[in-house]
């Protein structure tokens, strides 16, 4: 079992930073992909970035890359969302995921995800 609790959400200016940490219970935490979506208002939730168990090889959805980096400490059971350069349209409400036997690739498909957190809001005003 692995319970997962986002934080560091909130709201900023189009253009400023934010980062988001995510904290994972449990001894297990380094067996799994890990992954950010997130879900805007009256849309579907959506792949935003994920990292490997333990290579930090990392995957990111087109509207993120090279804005956004996902990175993990599988010391501290953490892994974290560096969001540069927010727009508007990065308003959500971010999610983060873990999944047991995932690439990468294969976790932006949404399937096979076995723990979502509770999710935190990212509002980026214009």
């Known amino acids: 079992q692995v319970q997962l609790v986002e934080s560091g959400g909130g709201l900023v200016q189009a253009g400023d930073s934010l980062r988001l940490s995510c904290a994972a219970s449990?001894?297990?935490?380094?067996?799994?992909?890990m992954g950010w979506f997130r879900q805007a208002p009256g849309k579907e939730r959506e792949f935003v970035a994920s990292i490997s168990r333990t290579y930090g090889n990392t995957y990111y959805s087109d509207a993120v890359k090279g804005r956004f980096t996902i990175s993990r400490d599988n010391t501290k059971n953490t892994v974290d969302l560096q969001m540069n350069s927010l727009k508007p349209e990065d308003t959500a409400v971010y999610y983060c995921?873990?999944?047991?036997?995932?690439?990468?690739?294969?976790?932006?498909?949404?399937?096979?995800?076995?723990?979502w957190g509770q999710g935190t809001q990212v509002t980026v005003s214009s």
């Open positions: 449990g001894r297990t935490f380094s067996r799994y992909t």
């Open positions: 995921a873990a999944a047991f036997g995932r690439t990468t690739q294969g976790m932006s498909t949404m399937m096979g995800i076995d723990y």
